[in-house]
């Protein structure tokens, strides 16, 4: 599946700043370019951007390209980390739709300018059913994945989540990371590992870092699409789930219990 | 075992005590603030460069109260983390004042252990031997952090506990200690600054976020990792002093001694 979006909501006060998004699939190993961009004061640009780099990804990558002469720039958004591949080039992979904020600062002509543009990128992947609007935790009745996140025998849970956004987050949803309720509970019911002896269970933020070359269940399973933030990886090695984290540790046990 | 206490009335008896029939070692000295300003440690931040919002002062006693009753406090977390489900060890810095080194490392193991890592005992004194070149000298958390953010702390298996040793200081014991390293986004928090309401409740933001907070302490010259805030603007600290000392190396500190000199705080781990 391959989906475009792009909508520029804020443009200050020249047209410095242009916007360029291609995507790439594994499957294909193709590159579309966008070479339309809408622009506030601008109908289109009729001039044609192309990315001479072609990425070639194992999964959905969106690429932003930024036309602009601000010698700095900066993105950041909630769900996902744009990473820099070129200059002014910038990298999406997490599955989902994402607000990316992105700043340009410089100075022209010795003034200095700054300009902000918010930007939606739709990464196409495995991305969940939508949710109701009015109730944006999954039920604990999922539906069976045919092809488990984990292949390796055993119950397996992993949890995603932004450190930044603890504060922000309810009291029962923080309590799924931190309760010695459901860690016992992982205790008592995930596998152990032959090799570190520790239950295989594991809590994330979704910046961690991994070794260089990493090849470990963990490292792979954080390779995969995410729609949202906080999330929830379970799998027994023959079906399992990936989805939004439930909004409390009951339910986060009833949905992993699907999957003893 | 009853909690230790330490407050504006008993701190004087607690400043280095007698464990195990050894006086014990500290080893906090005053950072150095014109070479080592606040947040200039590659892969550090200040709090302003990052998102985490401030918790506000009158939510404080509750949200530890409700922690306390999930039993979802760092503290809590600890007591099921260690060897074969049981709690984690306190370190043992006695012999050489590395404190600064001890109290980072406490904060990487706690924070493998909010991620469900491997449990595994690291070996503070080989950041401090590094650092210092294999002398026995006072530094302030911060430095150590920087260091274990780009190098990591080899696992007594290693680097054998509180060893001088040079044998040890080999291309093996540092590719092994570079998978317990801290990750980028540690918090270099600026207690210097003017406004130390504002400074506090960024330490207890963390806390009450289950992240641990290193404590460089003037009063005791000492730096600890804390934990937990506790109800009544208190903080429970880990110690490294073995754990003969209070229960299971935790005391709680009250009164006007919970004000540190120096603080940072270990947002993650790598995995």
Redesign the interface.
């Known amino acids: 599946m391959k989906t475009i979006l792009l909508f520029l909501f804020l443009f200050l006060p020249q047209d410095q700043l242009k916007v360029i998004q291609t995507e790439s699939t594994a499957q294909s190993s193709t590159t579309t370019t966008v070479t339309e961009s809408l622009l506030i004061g601008q109908h289109k640009t009729d001039e044609v951007v192309s990315i001479k780099t072609s990425p070639v990804a194992s999964k959905p990558v969106v690429i932003l390209a930024i036309n602009t002469q601000a010698p700095k720039l900066r993105l950041k958004s909630k769900t996902c980390k744009p990473v820099q591949v070129g200059s002014n080039e910038y990298a999406v992979t997490e599955a989902g739709t994402h607000t990316i904020d992105i700043l340009g600062l410089g100075v022209i002509d010795g003034e200095l300018f700054f300009e902000e543009l918010e930007v939606i990128v739709k990464v196409g992947g495995v991305i969940p059913d939508p949710v109701d609007p009015d109730d944006p935790y999954p039920p604990p009745t999922p539906p069976i994945d045919p092809d488990p996140p984990i292949k390796d025998p055993g119950l397996r849970v992993l949890m995603v989540y932004e ?2 956004d ?3 987050m309810s ?1 029962d949803q923080k ?1 799924i ?5 459901l ?2 509970y ?2 008592d019911n995930c596998v152990l ?1 032959d090799v ?4 295989e ?5 979704q ?5 260089i070359n ?1 090849d ?1 269940v ?2 792979n399973v954080m390779e995969r699409p995410r729609a949202s933030i906080p999330w929830i990886v379970i799998s027994n090695g023959m079906t399992g789930f990936e989805g939004p984290l439930p909004r409390n540790v009951e339910d986060t046990i009833t949905l992993i219990n699907q999957y003893k | 075992m009853p909690e230790l206490i330490i407050n504006d009335e008993n701190w004087l008896q607690h400043v280095a005590p007698v464990i195990n029939g050894q006086q014990v070692s500290r080893g906090f000295s005053m950072r150095d603030y014109y070479n080592f300003p606040p947040a200039s440690f590659d892969g550090s931040q200040s709090w302003d460069d990052h998102d985490l919002e401030l918790i506000p002062r009158d939510a404080w006693d509750d949200l530890a109260a409700d922690m306390e009753r999930t039993k979802s406090r760092l503290s809590d977390i600890r007591m099921q983390s260690g060897p074969n489900g049981s709690y984690i060890p306190s370190l043992d810095q006695n012999g050489q004042g590395f404190c600064w080194a001890y109290s980072t490392t406490g904060a990487v193991m706690l924070m493998r252990a909010v991620q469900n890592l491997p449990y595994k005992r690291l070996s503070p004194h080989a950041v401090a031997c590094k650092i210092y070149n294999f002398q026995d000298r006072g530094a302030w958390g911060a430095l150590s952090l920087d260091f274990i953010r780009k190098n990591g702390v080899p696992d007594v298996d290693y680097w054998p506990e509180k060893s001088m040793s040079r044998q040890y200081d080999k291309t093996e014991t540092w590719d092994n200690a570079k998978q317990y390293r801290a990750a980028e986004g540690w918090l270099d928090l600026d207690v210097e600054a003017y406004d130390a309401n504002m400074i506090e409740a960024q330490i207890v933001t963390c806390l009450l976020n289950r992240i641990p907070v290193i404590h460089d302490f003037a009063w005791w010259s000492h730096s600890v990792v804390c934990m937990d805030y506790v109800v009544g603007n208190g903080r429970r600290i880990l110690n490294s002093w073995t754990d003969s000392y209070g229960d299971k190396g935790m005391a709680v500190i009250t009164g006007s001694k919970i004000k540190p000199m120096g603080a940072c705080a270990v947002r993650s781990v790598v995995a």
């Open positions: 450190s930044q603890l504060p922000i009291a309590l990371f931190f309760s010695t309720r860690r016992d992982l205790n590992s570190t002896k520790t239950r269970w594991r809590i994330f933020d910046d961690i870092e991994f070794p990493c470990s963990w490292c």
